[in-house]
């Protein structure tokens, strides 16, 4: 049997072979969901979590938004652009259209005046529902790139695709739209909600392990 060590040198590991939020390589049952949180937060963040203070660093509201919208970082090799792979498989031109959407004057104020990310997300999601290919995850991250711009973090764990499954791996209610953080297993409120959406998805393979014991 490996070693508590050897144990976190491969979770470790499984997080820096992932890409985005991809799945786990390891195929081996975690020591503990608490050991796996633990590794979580000793890594180092990938690049795209980086990335989202690239995103929020444009100069200005609107410069922010259209390349949070386009979902292109210089992330790879040399500063080489890259786009999220989350909004890989969007065409350009649909990204184009929702970088449109939000560029209005009247969207591009209602942003401004959001109180909290709820309200952000709202306005996000209102202006993308109309477009076809602009989903739940595009809306979510461009959330996330636009609140850290404007200093608002979301509160809850935002439901869908990935983190959706590592939620219900756990037994948690995956009818509801957000998660509040007193309702994650104890082991998971030493996360930001941020950070408990990406551990979800990122780890959803594995979690099912930890279900009895939440």
């Known amino acids: 049997m490996s070693s508590l060590s050897d144990r976190l040198k491969a979770l470790r590991k499984m997080r820096r072979v992932r ?48 390349v949070s919208v386009r979902s292109v970082a210089p992330v790879g090799r040399g500063g080489r652009l890259q786009k999220h792979p989350h ?22 104020q209602k942003i401004k005046d959001a109180s909290d990310f709820a309200a952000l997300h709202a306005v996000i999601n209102a202006a993308f529902e109309p477009i076809n290919g602009l989903g739940k995850v595009v809306t979510y991250d461009v959330a996330l790139r636009v609140g850290r711009f404007l200093g608002r973090s979301p509160w ?9 499954k ?14 509040p953080v007193e309702l994650l297993p104890i082991e998971l409120r030493r996360l930001t909600p941020a950070q408990a ?3 979800l998805c990122v780890h ?5 392990e930890f279900r009895a014991t939440v």
């Open 19 to 66: 890409a985005a939020c991809g799945r786990p390589r390891d195929t081996t049952a975690p020591i503990s969901l608490a050991a796996l949180v633990d590794a979580y937060l000793k890594d180092p963040p990938n690049k795209w979590v980086r990335a989202t203070e690239w995103f929020a660093a444009r100069d200005g509201l609107s410069a922010v938004v259209n």
């Open 87 to 108: 909004q890989a498989r969007i065409p350009a031109h649909v990204l184009g259209q929702g970088a449109s959407a939000l560029g209005r004057q009247d969207v591009l």
């Open 156 to 164: 809850a764990v935002y439901l869908h695709a990935g983190t959706m």
């Open 166 to 179: 590592g939620a219900k791996a756990l037994g948690l209610d995956v009818r509801r739209s957000t998660i």
């Open 197 to 199: 959406e990406d551990f």
């Open 204 to 208: 959803a393979s594995v979690l099912r």
